[in-house]
């Protein structure tokens, strides 16, 4: 085998494998979200329960829905690049920010680690927050169960984008702030 047939066949399989780390998860753009309340773990609304679409009134922000029993430093690192981005600032997404709501079973616990995980990371334009509902995210945000991680970029009360991992980085970032900037 040529060196250049190797080369392809490397970049085929890399390609493939991210592809198979994405999945269907949220609601498909265009469509317009429903209101869920959760409680804010940390951030301006910390201690209270709260309606994250009438507090952002339109504003970009990306709901990040993370299955916590799946939490790992790579999800860290993706909500690290996110808020980073978001902190610089985004053509087309004027004060755009990150809303990460836990899944969970264990709320109480969910509640008490989000301090301790935003004073490790220490970030600016993201906020940490339990759902209390259902492990499956609320209704009509169409979290696929198999995703450990859901990433729905909202403008003016409405889907631009959604994205479901399996597996993800901050090299998946890009697509994300991508979406942030689309009218």
């Given at each position: 085998?040529?060196?250049?047939?190797?080369?392809?066949?490397?970049?085929?399989?890399m390609a493939s494998a991210r592809s198979e780390a994405q999945i269907s998860s949220g609601p498909k753009a265009g469509t317009k979200v429903e209101a869920?309340?959760?409680?804010?773990?940390?951030?301006e609304l910390e201690g209270k329960k709260v309606d994250f679409l009438a507090e952002r009134a339109g504003k970009p922000t990306v709901f990040v829905f993370v299955?916590?029993?799946?939490?790992d430093r790579q999800m860290a690192g993706f909500l690290r690049g996110l808020d980073q981005e978001a902190s610089?600032?985004?053509?087309?997404?004027?004060?755009?920010?990150v809303v990460a709501i836990w899944?969970?079973?264990?709320?109480?616990?969910?509640?008490?680690?989000?301090?301790?995980?935003q004073q490790s990371l220490k970030l600016d334009r993201t906020t940490f927050a339990v759902f209390e509902g259902e492990?499956?995210?609320?209704?009509?945000?169409?979290?696929?169960?198999?995703?450990?991680?859901?990433?729905i970029v909202v403008k003016n009360g409405?889907?631009?984008?959604?994205?479901?991992?399996?597996?993800?980085?901050?090299?998946d970032v890009p697509d994300v702030v991508k979406a942030l900037g689309k009218p």
């Amino acid at each position: 085998m040529t060196r250049t047939a190797a080369l392809i066949l490397g970049l085929l399989a890399m390609a493939s494998a991210r592809s198979e780390a994405q999945i269907s998860s949220g609601p498909k753009a265009g469509t317009k979200v429903e209101a869920f309340s959760a409680f804010a773990a940390t951030g301006e609304l910390e201690g209270k329960k709260v309606d994250f679409l009438a507090e952002r009134a339109g504003k970009p922000t990306v709901f990040v829905f993370v299955k916590a029993s799946d939490w790992d430093r790579q999800m860290a690192g993706f909500l690290r690049g996110l808020d980073q981005e978001a902190s610089k600032g985004i053509d087309g997404a004027t004060d755009a920010a990150v809303v990460a709501i836990w899944l969970t079973a264990d709320k109480d616990a969910s509640k008490a680690y989000l301090p301790v995980a935003q004073q490790s990371l220490k970030l600016d334009r993201t906020t940490f927050a339990v759902f209390e509902g259902e492990t499956s995210g609320p209704n009509g945000w169409e979290v696929n169960e198999r995703a450990r991680l859901t990433a729905i970029v909202v403008k003016n009360g409405k889907v631009v984008a959604s994205f479901g991992y399996t597996s993800l980085n901050e090299t998946d970032v890009p697509d994300v702030v991508k979406a942030l900037g689309k009218p």
